[in-house]
């Protein structure tokens, strides 16, 4: 089974930068994606960026130059470096896991950008 815990959300004003990480723990061997998603209130959840076993990303045009994902395998930790923050940007964002065809789920760690 893989735990999945995110940290680094909080309070920051527009224009402001934070870095989330999501660390995996329990089995975590194998060939995996992990990816970070978020969600606002009332609104679906969307997918922000995602990077692959051999390094690859992708983001959601929202984001792009602004945010930046990035993984540690030694660790099996991923992050996103979120910068130029917009009030659009509050949400609940959360970590994912895909492994062997299973998706684990952090619990979510609120980012809130309000002045």
């Known amino acids: 089974q893989v735990q999945l815990v995110e940290s680094g959300g909080g309070l920051v004003q527009p224009g402001g930068s934070l870095r989330l990480s999501c660390a995996a723990s329990?089995?975590?061997?194998?060939?995996?994606?992990m990816d970070w998603y978020r969600q606002a209130p009332g609104k679906e959840r969307e997918l922000v960026a995602t990077?692959?076993?051999?390094?690859?990303?992708a983001y959601a045009d929202s984001v792009k130059g602004r945010f930046t994902i990035s993984r540690d395998n030694g660790k099996i930790t991923v992050y996103l470096q979120m910068n130029s923050l917009k009030p659009e940007d509050t949400a609940v964002y959360y970590c994912h896991l895909l492994r062997w065809s299973r998706n684990y789920w952090g619990q979510g760690t609120q980012v809130t950008v309000s002045s």
């Open positions: 329990g089995s975590t061997f194998g060939i995996y994606t």
């Open positions: 990077i692959g076993s051999g390094g690859s990303t």
